[in-house]
């Protein structure tokens, strides 16, 4: 059984910061983080291969947030910088075995999600 679990939700104000961990028990995998805002489909954010050599960003945030990891510990972190009111959401960890990609189908193991509000 794959857990996979994420930390550092919370709070944070328009134009700010927030970073948020994930943590996947077992092998080390292909990650992603994607996000689900109310009333809206989920969406895929950015992606980083088991080595962390790759990665994948969509477009919308691109160059604002920044997906990394420490194989060491087995986690997995996206830092959000300049957060807007738009990026309020449920973000979610996903585990692949084989993509790094948008494809959400291929991802694995999924976290419960936890909660992003950016206040205006």
């Known amino acids: 059984q794959v857990h996979v679990r994420e930390s550092g939700g919370g709070l944070v104000q328009a134009g700010g910061s927030l970073r948020l961990s994930c943590v996947a028990s077992g092998r080390t995998y292909h990650m992603g983080w994607f996000r689900q805002a109310s009333g809206k489909e989920r969406e895929f954010l950015a992606g980083?291969?088991?080595?962390?050599?790759?990665?994948s960003y969509a477009d919308s945030v691109k160059g604002r947030f920044t997906i990394s990891r420490d194989n060491a510990k087995n986690s997995v972190s996206l830092q959000m910088d300049s957060a807007q009111p738009d990026d309020t959401a449920v973000y979610s960890c996903?585990?692949?075995?084989?993509?790094?990609?948008?494809?959400?189908?291929?991802?694995?193991?999924w976290g419960q999600g936890i909660q992003v509000t950016v206040s205006s």
């Open positions: 996903a585990a692949s075995k084989v993509t790094l990609k948008s494809y959400q189908h291929l991802y694995d193991y």
């Open positions: 980083i291969s088991a080595s962390g050599g790759q990665t």
